[in-house]
């Protein structure tokens, strides 16, 4: 810090570049701004951002279908919001190299709908067949509720078909893939909406065993 008495300059009160200017008791005070090197390259810095970039490529690779799953959410966020909020960091693991995601904590629909139950797939010549528990005898659970199952392959390509829950208390859905094996298929989820889109059951992470 510089203390200046200059007729010429007068009473300093304004900053430039790297320095702040101002009167103290009579006396112009010249001193430096604090300079602190921030280094935005940090390895959890990187982390963050290919957690992130990560999440954005698989609510983007959803299309509509992410939309489907947070119909109830605070009226400031998108559904995008709320399903960024959800997975990150929870859905990413870090026990690698890299990041990746780990689809069996992914949530792409949150909600209070009774969702289906003990959900099975088999892989078929024709595709994948899912069946379970339809939970129909639920209270809220109605027979015009739609089943939403989506299915990604490796190479992102999406897969989904829609049907009502019914009133059995089984459900049978399948997904046409001819030709699919269990190494083609990054993961497979159900949900289910309202016939109106109002409301929403919990995501199901079916994994393929």
């Known amino acids: 810090m510089s203390l200046a008495q200059n007729p010429v300059m007068g009473k300093m009160a304004k900053s430039f570049a790297n320095v702040n200017t101002y009167v103290h008791k009579g006396q112009n005070v ?6 602190n090197r921030k280094d935005k390259n940090t390895e959890a810095q990187q982390n963050q951002r290919t957690s992130f970039k990560l999440m954005s490529d698989a609510w983007a690779s959803l299309g509509g279908f992410g939309e ?4 109830v959410r605070p009226e400031k966020l998108s559904a995008f919001n709320v399903f960024m909020s959800l997975n990150l960091p929870k859905a990413i693991d870090n026990s690698g190299e890299v990041p990746v995601i780990d689809y069996s904590m992914l949530q792409i629909a949150k909600g209070s709908l009774p969702g289906v139950e ?14 379970g528990d339809t939970r129909i005898e639920m209270p809220k659970a109605l027979a015009t509720d739609m089943l939403t199952v989506i299915a990604q392959k490796t190479n992102g ?35 289910v909406n309202s016939a109106d889109g ?3 059951s919990n995501s199901v992470y079916v994994p393929l065993v």
């Open 30 to 35: 010249i001193s430096a701004k604090a300079f």
């Open 68 to 71: 489907l799953g947070f119909p």
């Open 118 to 131: 003990d959900v099975k797939v088999e892989l078929t010549a024709a595709g994948i067949t899912l069946t």
């Open 157 to 191: 390509v999406i897969k989904a078909v829609r049907a009502p829950r019914g009133e059995s208390v089984t459900f049978s859905v399948q997904l046409a893939m001819p030709g699919i094996t269990a190494a083609d298929i990054e993961y497979v989820y159900v949900f």
């Open 198 to 200: 109002s409301k929403v």
